[in-house]
Nanobody, 121 residues
């Protein structure tokens, strides 16, 4: 299973960006997809996540500014980021919790390569 993330870049404070992450490979289903971020010197933190049923979860710091959405047919998750702040600057990672069929169904956690978001003041 591979996760291909795109959409990062440099933006001024108050601007917007949209991140995309597409999952590919052999898997039975995707349970949850989400975005995490890691700023220099800080731990990786959850930004937003969504389940296959559409339940969403956001970090308090991004509520009202970021929107996560998912296209199940394309196995793709999006993160629309608005009203960006310099403190949103980080490397953003896509995550997927995937069910893989073997002798049974097994749950695996996969990560994308990270896409840089830089917000200038």
């Amino acid at each position: 299973v591979q996760l291909q993330a795109s959409g990062g870049g440099l933006v001024q404070a108050g601007g917007s960006l949209r991140l995309s992450c597409a999952a590919s490979g052999n898997f039975f289903s995707i349970n949850a997809m989400g975005w995490y971020r890691q700023a220099p010197g800080k731990q990786r933190e959850l930004v937003a996540a969504t389940t296959s049923g559409g339940t969403t979860n956001y970090a308090e710091s991004v509520k009202g500014r970021f929107t996560i959405s998912r296209d199940n047919a394309k196995n793709t998750v999006y993160l629309r980021m608005s009203s960006l702040k310099p403190e949103d600057t980080a490397l953003y990672y896509c995550n997927a919790v995937v069910m893989v069929a073997g002798s049974g169904l097994y749950e695996y956690d996969y990560w994308g390569q990270g896409t840089q978001v830089t917000v200038s003041s």
